[in-house]
């Protein structure tokens, strides 16, 4: 099955594929705020966040600071820490925290 798909469709998501690819220090800051806030909601320090997710806690603040962005590995590690999701680390879905309790988005 092929779904068919508008010229105009795809120049809206070629659009959006590149603001994120060209504006590189706006997805660092969200990133970086995302990963912040969900630490803080769980009570962890960078040190106990980078001996569960196997970075230096360097890395960790390196993360939070804009001034790396994690690579996918490490994003899944955060998002499976923070009972969160990818896609809400990245910005691209602010309602994707996942329920502990019944594995659906909040």
């Known amino acids: ?9 795809i120049e809206n998501l070629k ?3 590149n603001i994120i690819i060209t504006d590189k ?3 660092k800051e969200i990133i970086a705020d995302n990963l912040r806030e969900l630490r803080n909601k769980k009570h962890l320090t960078q040190e106990v966040v980078a001996e ?3 970075l230096t ?5 390196r993360h939070e600071q804009m ?4 690579d996918i590995t490490n994003l899944i590690k955060y998002a499976i820490l923070y009972d969160s999701s990818v896609d809400y680390i990245l910005g691209i879905d ?3 925290l996942v329920n502990k309790n019944d594995e659906t988005p909040l």
């Open 1 to 9: 099955y092929t779904m068919k798909i508008s010229e105009r469709e």
């Open 15 to 17: 659009n959006k594929c």
């Open 25 to 27: 220090q706006a997805l």
């Open 52 to 54: 569960i997710v196997g």
């Open 57 to 61: 806690r360097q890395s960790v603040s």
């Open 67 to 70: 001034i790396d962005i994690p």
């Open 94 to 96: 602010k309602n994707s």
